[in-house]
């Protein structure tokens, strides 16, 4: 990938995600599956799969435990008690993971099935 072509991507991903935790919403699922790429030229990010997504300060989120192993945050991905919170903060992790995989050229975790991946 063109060194431009990767700032692009990951600058867009970030102002995407700045404009949901401004609202006050986590998506909780980044990952390169759910980001498409809106414009080949440009290369313009747009964030989908909005199926886990919820409101920071929701008391009672749909899916606690959530997100894809190798992307997942490990606040979530440990989580044993169904009371503690988390915050939007889940999604910077898994923006470090995709940086990772942008800037390196490779996965940043390493694991064939679910156990090994955490």
Request: one cysteine or more; a negative charge; glycine letters at 8%.
């Amino acid at each position: 990938m063109d060194p431009d072509q990767g700032f692009t991507i990951l600058k867009g991903l970030l102002e995407g995600l700045n404009y949901l935790h401004e609202r006050n919403i986590m998506h909780r699922d980044i990952k390169p599956e759910n980001i498409l790429l809106q414009n080949k030229d440009k290369r313009d990010p747009v964030l989908v799969d909005f199926g886990l997504a919820t409101y920071v300060n929701q008391e009672n989120k749909l899916f606690i435990r959530c997100g894809t192993p190798g992307y997942v945050a490990p606040e979530i991905a440990n989580l044993k008690e169904k009371d503690v919170a988390y915050d939007e903060k889940c999604d910077i992790f898994s923006f470090g993971v995709i940086m990772h995989m942008v800037l390196l050229g490779k996965i940043l975790f390493n694991g064939s099935n679910f156990n090994e991946m955490l």
